[in-house]
């Protein structure tokens, strides 16, 4: 706005400030609709379901979610959904995310998300699409444990791997780099250690704190930001929904928040392309796949050349493409600009990566076509005869034992959820 608003600016705050006192807000916020299809301990893989306007087609779309952060970062909000503009594409796309951390989840470290929740996410998803490819995408943390998940089980069904924000040198990290001979002189027994020791992990508040003085600046001026933009509806539902993103932080477990602690800001291990981990050691260069890189501009959590860092490192991969675009942590992923700038460069790659949809032969139309054509000729002369040699039997009203299930009573189902068993009412 204006320091002098013109009239158009006047009237577009006005009905800004009216829609937020009626409606709460100018962010639609609904979530894209989807059906579980299968869960574990700290994981729930979930499919999207398909756009009713476009046709689901193409190898499918695994999202990794980042360890403390809500799975919303993918499904932000209309307009600014990654998962939105994927399905509304006709893509394939899945999800895992982990639920609720407790106390009781203390003693999980990083082993089971690289050796049990990411590797059967994409075995579930390839299953679920019919055998297809996986393209992996993880944000942040999520696209850490896909790294050294691929680099780790060479084997599972991946057709591409991209990571957006995702720290690897963390001595590039201009928050962490000052602290980091202070936290080496405590050598484990400084305040911090002992204190998620304590509580089991790091607690949601604690998480929440971290991630918004990342941002220091925008926290100081954002009451002015809001002043400024008051007639701006778009930046104004962008708020809405970042905090929304915020207020919905998970904390830590304990065991997994220490190995992040001393082996990534103290010790800076992935720097050096591998990484220890129970009675191996998993080498990034033992990653076949191509991979994609994204650096954002502005990223305080997770700098450009702290990302960039992992490039000389992926010397197995197949192919390697390193992106800057626009935006910070949050914002490169799913920021207004992203759907002109990363949301474009993703579709290129997976389209370069995905593999072709299997296409009949002309000759076998045909025959597929001449089968079915005497199999209805058979079947009209089947009835016929027996229309003429029995007579016509009272039909009831009501359904056979032969019918097929209603959606979601499938009683071989290995997974259920509300959101299918809803849809046969």
């Known amino acids: 706005m204006d320091l002098i608003p013109k009239p158009d600016q006047v009237v577009s705050a006005a009905s800004n400030v009216a829609h937020k006192m009626l409606y709460g807000g100018l962010a ?15 994981r729930e893989v979930y499919h999207y379901r398909p756009s009713g306007t476009v046709k689901e087609t193409g190898d499918p779309v695994l999202l990794v979610t980042p360890l403390a952060a809500p799975a919303i970062c993918y499904d932000l909000r209309r307009g600014c959904s990654l998962v939105e503009h994927f399905v509304t594409g006709g893509r394939p796309t899945y999800l895992v995310e982990y639920g609720e951390v407790s106390f009781r989840n203390r003693n999980l470290g990083m082993e089971h998300w690289i050796d049990e929740v990411v590797p059967t996410a994409i075995r579930e998803v390839s299953a679920h699409a ?33 990571t957006a924000g995702s720290p690897i040198d963390v001595s590039l990290v201009p928050l962490v780099a000052p602290l980091r001979p202070l936290l080496n002189w405590f050598n484990g027994r400084g305040p911090l250690t002992k204190g998620y020791r ?24 954002k009451p002015l930001a ?13 708020i809405e929904a970042v905090d929304r993103f915020t207020d919905n ?54 700098p450009v050349p702290a990302v960039k860092a992992v490039v000389p490192l992926l010397t197995g991969s197949s192919e390697v493409r390193f992106e800057i675009v626009p935006g910070g942590h949050l914002g490169m992923l ?8 990363t949301w474009v460069v993703m579709d290129e790659w997976i389209s370069q990566w995905s593999t072709a949809d299997p296409e009949p032969a ?39 034992s032969s019918t097929a299930s209603a959606i979601g009573t499938n009683p071989t189902r290995r997974h259920t959820s509300s959101a299918s068993r809803a849809l046969k009412k």
């Open 226 to 238: 809001l002043a400024s933009h008051i007639d701006d509806a778009e930046f104004l539902a962008q």
């Open 28 to 42: 639609d916020l609904r979530p894209m609709p989807r059906t579980l299809i299968d869960d574990g301990t700290l």
């Open 130 to 162: 019919g055998g297809r490819p996986v393209h992996v995408i993880g944000w942040s943390l999520g696209g850490l444990f896909s790294l050294l998940t691929a680099a780790d089980q060479p084997d599972l069904p991946i057709a591409s791997l991209t």
């Open 362 to 400: 002309p000759v076998k139309k045909a025959v597929k076509k001449a089968a079915k054509k005497a199999a209805a000729k058979t079947t009209k002369k089947a009835v016929k005869k027996t229309a003429t040699q029995q007579p016509a039997k009272k039909t009831t009203r009501g359904t056979s």
């Open 198 to 221: 304590m509580l089991g992990g790091a607690p949601k508040p604690v998480v929440k704190w971290a991630f918004q003085m990342s941002s220091f600046q925008k926290l100081v001026t």
């Open 249 to 302: 932080m998970i904390a830590y477990p304990g065991r997994t928040f220490g190995q992040l602690y001393h082996r990534f800001a103290k010790g800076n291990q992935l720097a050096t392309g591998e990484f220890e981990l129970d009675d191996r050691i998993i080498r990034l260069g033992e990653i076949k796949v191509p991979v994609l890189v994204f650096g954002g501009s502005t990223d305080g959590i997770a």
């Open 334 to 341: 799913t920021g207004r600009a992203a759907r002109h700038t």
